[in-house]
């Protein structure tokens, strides 16, 4: 049993340190939020994570996880502490905003135990060289006779599949000055059996920001293929599989759709390529990756223009809020982004989600949010999918074909079997799946009421 203190009970934080404490560690859940402590130690878990709230409950009974508001509770006796603070968006720039890490490694460094060794571990996606500076943080404000070491530990876990990706990783990137501390940290995460990578602080921050530039490239290349599929009369999902049988290649993350969202990739695209700026490059890549993601939530809104006309005065049903399945984070969901466009053009938007609905109406004033997928159908003009739920592939078409004004879907993750749905009555318009639906085939049913 190993003493761990994880700074930070957010995302990564809470999902590193409960999955710790599951491996038999003792684990101390360290933030300054004092309602998000009390939750944890209550066993209520303040983010939706499946599996992670029962790992939660069995290791607070177990009596491996303590929540603490306290720095002089939770540093002093922890053999390793993992920084995982946020690291949003700085509002004067697209870097990221460092202060909390900043704050998190100026106090743990005051409450380091004279004459204990401590290794302290970046957890949090921060600009190369952020090693380095946290250890700078850890000599001005360290007590003497302190002996600590930084080592960097990305994380690699997608949100709504988080427990399995710290049980079962790919694999775990370690980088150091002191290779010592680096190979104590790869201690934790040998049950994994997964590829251990050593290497120096700098390269292991970078192969993070890397690695979620590479994938959100392959999402907005095949996104780039779909506009010019649908344009040209090809089938972007057959031209994905097409691509993905060549093992250079390979299937994953080439889905066709509206883009993607959420609180890693747009957010380390921007701070990359910021970094590559100051440091006098011209990362056009990055930037068209992140043109083609914008553009791509645009064309919900091309499509509804050209089946419906003039969209003042229509109604528009979202499936799906948040910026993925299977958790609550609206960071960057693109629904969002397409609901506030529709508002803007006087549109009246319903959305449902199974789990981002109250945060939803806070973020976009004017959002309708109804309780059954089949309630966003009422009286609709066009129903979006945007999030592909587990609960959404299932419904009842011929029930929703009765709840619509007019019969349009609009599938924004071609999650649908076209024919099915157009055995249902409805029209159906994909992600780069053919040639463009004429409008002439959508006719107002007056007699719908909302």
Known sequence: ??????????????????????????????????????????????????????????????????????????????????????????????????????????????????????????????????????????????????????????????????????????????????????????????????????????????????????????????????????????????????MGYDRRIGRAFLDAGVGFGGSCFPKDLRALAHMADEAGLHPQLLRAVLDINRDQRLLIMEKLCRLLGSLEGKRVGLLGLTFKPNTDDLRDAPALDIARALLEKGVHVAGYDPAGMERAQQLVPGLETVRTPYDVAKGADALVLVTEWNEFKQLDWNQIRKHLRRPLLIDGRNMYDAERIRSAGLVYEGIGVGCPTPPVALQSHAHVNI
């Open 1 to 242: 049993m190993r003493r761990i203190c994880v700074i930070g009970a957010g995302y990564v934080g809470l999902t590193t340190g409960i999955c710790l404490a599951d491996l038999g560690n003792n684990v101390t859940l360290l933030d300054t939020d004092t309602k998000r402590i009390a939750a944890i130690k209550q066993g209520e878990l303040p983010i939706f994570e499946p599996g992670l709230g029962e790992l939660l409950q069995q290791n607070l009974r177990a009596g491996r996880v303590y929540a603490t508001t306290s720095y002089a509770e939770a540093v002093p006796d922890a053999e390793f502490v993992f920084i995982a603070v946020a690291t949003p968006t700085a509002e004067e720039h697209d870097g990221a905003d460092l202060r909390y890490v900043e704050a998190a490694a100026t106090e743990l460094a005051r409450n380091l135990s004279a004459g204990r060794r401590t290794i302290v571990i970046n957890k949090s996606t921060v600009p190369i060289g952020t090693g380095d500076w946290v250890a700078n943080i850890l000599a001005q404000h360290a007590p003497v006779g302190a002996q600590y070491a930084v080592v960097s530990n990305p994380e690699f876990l997608r949100e709504g599949q988080a427990v399995l990706d710290f049980q079962q990783p790919d694999r775990v990137v370690l980088g150091s000055t002191a290779t010592a501390a680096a190979q104590e940290v790869a201690t934790l995460y040998l049950s994994s059996r997964a590829p251990i990578i050593i290497t120096d602080l700098r390269t292991a921050e970078m192969i993070k920001y890397a690695s979620n530039a590479f994938l959100a490239t392959r999402i907005s290349f095949i996104n780039e293929i779909a506009r010019i599929c649908e344009q040209l009369g090809a089938n972007v999902r057959e031209v994905a599989l097409g």
